[in-house]
């Protein structure tokens, strides 16, 4: 069986992640923003990594009219696609609900995303615009990510 490659939590934030970043890390001492912000589609910052008390999180920010109620999630970084796949089923089997673009909510009520380690780098394929729009197009469409489709894209193939 293959290990994850990371197992983070991640809070889906409503608005402004740098400012959420910045208010978290003001109220523990110790605590300190990880990084710089990743950047989505739309040039807005949508992923950055916080440390608060010592333990790692990940603020996303959440897309308008998100109706998801689940404001914490896990977000499990798989080593290749089988990992991925089996992760993935046995999360989503037995009355788990597939919710699109890796997430899921389990049989328990639990909400993941489950990606491959190299999502980030999928999804910006330096400088290839076109590749860039056919893979956020592909992904945007995808329920269960498929790492090979994504890569095949990217490569412009």
Known sequence: MQPCVKFTTCLWINGDIEQAARLYVSL?????QLGKP??????????????????EF?????????????AISFFIECDDQ???????DALV??????????????????????VPKDLARLLTPVGNAA???????????????????LERLARGE
């Open 28 to 32: 523990f001492p110790g605590s300190a």
């Open 38 to 55: 990743e950047f989505g589609r739309d040039d807005l910052p949508s992923k950055l990594a916080v440390q608060i008390c010592g333990r």
């Open 58 to 70: 990940s603020l996303h920010r959440r897309s308008p009219g998100h109706t998801e109620e689940n």
């Open 82 to 88: 089988k990992a991925l796949d089996r992760l993935w």
């Open 93 to 114: 089997a037995h009355g788990g609900q597939a919710h699109g673009f890796g997430k899921l909510i389990d049989r328990f009520g639990v909400a993941w995303q489950i």
């Open 131 to 149: 590749a860039n729009e056919r893979v956020w197009d592909a992904f945007m469409s995808m329920t269960k990510i498929d790492a090979p489709t």
